[in-house]
């Protein structure tokens, strides 16, 4: 018997690795959630997982956000939402989000409130996991982008193919956000919905230049022709070489902040520490308090970190989310004001 044609078979064996490979643990009442918006790589992605999930004993729904930024975005996500019921997704809910303006850029505004609602739904249905759809196309924009911004060895890793949603939405605690296509590329999804009789969303908004991330996704085209067809492939590679990098820094910093305990911290002994490990430990402590870890940027960190090294008095510093950084003599301190 013939087996799938290979753009299917190719995301259902991504969606199989990842699930396989998640910490995803025991759960009384196994649910994941695939983010769908209708385009061709969250449809992929809901088809194999509708295919995948319930052969490992798990059930699989599907939330589909409305931003509401297009006019015919209401008609977009009943589509989606139809689509995904037809692939046996339950549940599969379309939820409307509220995108407030803060000056950061559609993008990121978008973002921060597709993952607060993903967050939110995946904590009122119990939710062990929710999927997205970035793929290696994907990994090489943010990856240029990175670089285009002078971003550290963090921004610079790309996505991880897992992490806590908690650190990209509060109210999700014990959530994983997992990414199984990046590895796949957008040609490989979209032939997928093609084999699969399915009928991708294609958003305006990927041929908008007001976008960073189509400026990015141009540039690479540019240079790809240029410098020729591994570019997408070796930005990739190298975001993966670095991410174990950033993880091995991470795991010094969490050594550090268990030794050092709660804030505030004597300026000795964190000075004997690397700055690669003080900027994480900044990090940390803001999450901490409150910080939302979508808004801290790097220009935070070596701020606070400037408390130690170029001290002459300042302070206090404003971190976002109402968190504060201090120095009072040899202490210096990182939580929300009394």
Same mark, same amino acid.
């Given at each position: 018997?013939?087996g ?21 643990g ?14 061709a790589?969250?449809? !992929? ?6 295919f ?34 037809g692939?046996?997704?339950? @549940?599969v ?21 597709? *993952? ?12 062990? !996991?929710?999927?997205?759809?970035? #793929?290696?196309?994907?990994q ?19 996505m991880?193919? /897992?992490? @806590?949603?908690?650190?990209?939405? @509060?109210?999700a ?19 997928? /919905?093609? +084999? ?8 305006p908004?990927?041929d908008?230049?007001? *976008? ?19 570019l ?11 991410? +174990? ?9 969490? #050594?550090? *902040?268990r ?9 000795g002994r964190?000075?004997?520490l690397?700055?690669?490990?003080? #900027? ?7 999450l ?5 870890? #979508? +808004? ?10 400037d ?8 302070g ?8 504060? !950084? ?10 929300? @004001?009394s």
């Open positions: 018997m013939p799938p044609p290979p753009a299917v078979a190719a995301v259902r064996v991504a969606v199989r690795r990842a699930l396989t490979g998640a910490p995803l025991e759960h009384p009442s196994p649910l994941l959630l695939v983010a769908c918006s209708g385009g790589d969250s449809l !992929a992605l809901a088809a194999a997982t509708a995948v999930a319930p052969r490992l004993g798990w059930r699989a729904g599907a939330t589909v956000v409305d931003h509401g930024l297009q006019e015919d975005s209401a008609e977009v996500a009943e589509r989606a939402e139809r689509q995904c019921r692939l046996g997704l339950d @549940p809910e379309v939820v409307r989000a509220r995108v407030e303006v803060t000056g950061e850029g559609p993008e990121a505004d978008a973002r921060r409130a597709r *993952y607060a609602v993903l967050a939110a739904r995946a904590h009122a249905l119990g939710a062990r !996991a929710v999927l997205v759809g970035h #793929t290696r196309d994907d090489a924009e943010q990856v240029l982008l990175g670089l285009a911004r002078g971003s550290g060895a963090r921004s610079l890793s790309g991880p193919p /897992c992490r @806590p949603l908690g650190e990209e939405a @509060p109210g605690d014990g959530v994983l956000l997992l990414r199984p296509l990046l590895g796949l590329t957008r040609r490989q999804t979209w032939q997928a /919905c093609l +084999d699969l009789g399915l009928e991708p969303w294609q958003d908004h990927n908008d230049p007001r *976008y960073a991330r189509v400026r990015a996704r141009r540039a690479i085209s540019d240079l790809q022709a240029d410098l020729g067809p591994g997408v492939l070796g930005l990739t590679r190298s975001a993966e070489l670095l991410r +174990d990098d950033a993880e091995a820094l991470d795991e010094a910093a969490r #050594t550090a *902040y030794q050092l305990g709660d804030p505030p911290w004597q300026v964190l000075l004997d690397p700055r690669a490990v003080r #900027t994480r430990l900044w990090r940390r402590a803001s901490a308090a409150g910080s939302p870890g #979508t +808004d801290l940027t790097s220009e935070h960190l070596l701020a606070v970190d408390l130690l090294t170029r001290w002459r008095g300042q206090p510093l404003h971190l976002p989310g109402g968190v504060r !950084a201090s120095r009072d003599g040899d202490r210096v301190w990182v939580g929300r @004001p």
